[in-house]
């Protein structure tokens, strides 16, 4: 590439910087709070649903394995993260990074305009999945039948909505109490293992599964870890709100190094926990966790873990829901996508036209899947484009952009990005066909639309650089 494509470049990044930091968005949110945000979406139902699957797939032995592998990829990802999120912390994250990336070239403006895509179904499409699975919890407080469940679920997204319709300052400062409602309740769950192993005076032994072999053990350990996969998601959420962290080159590396960390270790800890809880008839219910401080404690105790499980659901819902409202909106901004969603509210200053129209069609979703449905789609949808495609372009800006520009650079580059690509490759593989084909479907579609919206899109844009929309 010439030294004037470069400096194009450079320039244009300068100027969506400067378009950011003089915009309506306000840089307010700190470390400690981007990286709450970052654990309270990270730690959601997913793993109170996903444990018990995982048991009943590997037994109760080495069920591990999938929750070490989540680690790993997430920290050979999160590097990525880091970088690109230093080095652009920009609102919209991925649709910031894939634009630096590949918009240089002439097909290039289809990788960002994808992820927004994507986007529009995909974060509806885990906001549902939460909702789904703090209704099932919730029946066990008070048993509902299907449709009540569906209520619940669709009642939950509205009162999120609600609670996300104000300045960004207040939601840090929420955040900040819904991590630590998250982190109390996951202490307890480890306790209440390390109870179980008092009260039993034994520990769980490890075995596989009696027909762990004779099912193909490569393909349920590919399974199983798509499942515990999605149990990581979030930990990149920080640099969806790229343009409201102070201090982004270090609060963005830092919250997210720190988040993997931190919830890797809950995690394994946790899986441990309820490993000494399992009996003969146990774990293999939906309502686990439940059940076994129903075991440990008596029903009483039960109900009030149900309720802080539905506080972690609760929270996750109201992190990613905070995050994913941002990415319609950067690329609204920039004229990449339909203007309307690019307006921010009068007074409270948030993307709220991108936050309800996310919300609506996580109230639709919820009411029309199960969240068993949704987990590999979630994955297959995403990984091609925003994981795989996020870390060929940060090859790609490190051959084209000098060092300085990234204020975090990761060790052993460019080893981390080839095992991360290798991996996420691995988990579409383990998503199975359909939702393999599904998730490329849905890139030809969109690749459709981008061509058939061509016109208006360049027109946004025009309207954008003269300062019309």
């Given at each position: 590439?010439?030294?004037?494509?470069?400096?194009?470049?450079?320039?244009?990044?300068?100027?969506?910087?400067a378009?950011?930091?003089?915009?309506e968005?306000?840089?307010?949110?700190?470390?400690?709070?981007?990286?709450s945000?970052?654990?309270?979406?990270?730690?959601?139902?997913?793993?109170?649903?996903?444990?018990?699957?995982?048991?009943?797939?590997?037994?109760?032995?080495?069920?591990?394995?999938?929750?070490?592998?989540?680690?790993?990829?997430?920290?050979?990802?999160g590097?990525?993260?880091?970088?690109?999120?230093?080095?652009?912390?920009?609102?919209?994250?991925?649709?910031?990074f894939?634009?630096?990336?590949?918009?240089?070239?002439?097909?290039g403006?289809?990788?960002?305009f994808?992820?927004?895509w994507?986007?529009?179904?995909?974060?509806?499409?885990?906001?549902a999945?939460a909702?789904?699975?703090?209704?099932?919890?919730?029946?066990?407080?008070?048993?509902?039948?299907?449709?009540?469940?569906?209520?619940?679920?669709?009642?939950?997204?509205?009162?999120?909505t609600?609670?996300?319709?104000?300045k960004?300052?207040?939601?840090?400062?929420?955040?900040?109490?819904?991590?630590?409602?998250?982190?109390?309740?996951?202490?307890?769950?480890?306790?209440?293992?390390?109870?179980?192993?008092?009260?039993?005076?034994?520990?769980?032994?490890?075995?596989?599964?009696k027909?762990?072999?004779?099912?193909?053990?490569?393909?349920?350990?590919?399974?199983?870890?798509?499942?515990?996969?999605?149990?990581?998601l979030?930990?990149?959420?920080?640099?969806?709100?790229?343009?409201?962290?102070?201090?982004?080159?270090?609060?963005?590396?830092?919250?997210?190094?720190?988040?993997?960390?931190?919830?890797?270790?809950?995690?394994?800890l946790m899986?441990?926990?309820?490993?000494?809880?399992?009996?003969?008839?146990?774990?293999?219910?939906?309502?686990?966790?439940?059940?076994?401080?129903?075991?440990?404690?008596?029903?009483?105790?039960?109900?009030?873990?149900?309720?802080?499980i539905?506080?972690?659901?609760?929270?996750?819902?109201?992190?990613?829901?905070?995050?994913?409202?941002?990415?319609?909106?950067?690329?609204?901004?920039?004229?990449?996508?339909?203007?309307?969603f690019?307006?921010?509210?009068?007074?409270?200053?948030?993307?709220?036209?991108?936050?309800?129209?996310?919300?609506?069609?996580?109230?639709?979703?919820?009411?029309?899947?199960?969240?068993?449905?949704?987990i590999?789609?979630?994955?297959?949808?995403?990984?091609?484009?925003?994981f795989?495609?996020?870390?060929?372009?940060?090859?790609?800006?490190?051959?084209r952009?000098p060092?300085?520009?990234?204020?975090?650079?990761?060790?052993?580059?460019?080893?981390?990005?080839?095992?991360?690509?290798?991996?996420?490759?691995?988990?579409?593989?383990?998503?199975?066909?359909?939702?393999?084909?599904?998730?490329?479907?849905?890139?030809?579609?969109?690749?459709?639309?981008?061509?058939?919206?061509?016109?208006?899109?360049?027109?946004?844009?025009?309207?954008?650089?003269?300062?019309?929309?």
């Open positions: 590439m010439s030294d004037s494509h470069t400096s194009t470049s450079l320039c244009a990044d300068a100027n969506l910087q378009n950011v930091e003089q915009g968005l306000k840089r307010v949110v700190t470390l400690w709070q981007a990286t945000i970052n654990m309270i979406e990270m730690v959601g139902i997913g793993p109170f649903i996903v444990i018990p699957l995982i048991m009943q797939q590997l037994g109760v032995g080495w069920f591990l394995i999938p929750w070490l592998c989540g680690a790993v990829i997430s920290a050979l990802d590097l990525i993260w880091a970088e690109l999120g230093a080095a652009f912390p920009l609102a919209g994250g991925s649709y910031q894939l634009k630096a990336a590949y918009g240089h070239f002439r097909w403006r289809m990788m960002p994808l992820f927004v994507q986007t529009m179904v995909q974060a509806p499409l885990v906001a999945s909702a789904i699975g703090f209704a099932q919890y919730a029946s066990y407080l008070i048993p509902l039948p299907f449709w009540a469940q569906k209520c619940v679920s669709g009642g939950v997204i509205v009162v999120i609600v609670l996300l319709y104000r960004i300052e207040t939601i840090g400062r929420i955040s900040i109490w819904l991590w630590i409602g998250v982190m109390l309740t996951l202490v307890w769950i480890i306790v209440g293992g390390v109870w179980s192993v008092h009260l039993h005076h034994r520990v769980q032994g490890f075995h596989f599964h027909d762990f072999w004779q099912a193909g053990a490569m393909a349920v350990l590919g399974h199983a870890t798509v499942q515990a996969m999605y149990s990581y979030g930990y990149y959420n920080v640099c969806h709100l790229g343009g409201e962290i102070k201090n982004p080159s270090r609060n963005i590396p830092r919250s997210i190094q720190l988040s993997i960390a931190g919830v890797a270790m809950l995690y394994l899986n441990i926990s309820l490993a000494q809880g399992m009996v003969s008839d146990g774990g293999k219910g939906q309502l686990m966790v439940s059940e076994f401080f129903a075991r440990l404690f008596g029903h009483t105790w039960a109900q009030l873990v149900t309720l802080l539905l506080w972690i659901a609760f929270s996750s819902l109201f992190s990613l829901m905070l995050g994913y409202s941002r990415v319609p909106y950067a690329a609204a901004r920039d004229g990449y996508f339909f203007p309307i690019g307006k921010t509210h009068s007074s409270r200053h948030f993307p709220h036209i991108s936050l309800l129209t996310l919300s609506g069609l996580a109230f639709v979703f919820s009411l029309l899947f199960r969240i068993e449905q949704v590999s789609a979630i994955l297959a949808m995403r990984i091609m484009v925003q795989i495609g996020q870390a060929i372009g940060l090859l790609l800006l490190h051959k952009l060092a300085h520009r990234f204020p975090y650079r990761m060790r052993g580059y460019p080893l981390p990005i080839i095992l991360s690509i290798l991996a996420w490759t691995i988990v579409f593989i383990s998503t199975g066909w359909h939702f393999a084909l599904s998730g490329l479907l849905m890139i030809a579609a969109g690749i459709g639309v981008f061509y058939v919206i061509r016109p208006w899109r360049e027109n946004w844009k025009q309207k954008k650089i003269h300062g019309v929309a």
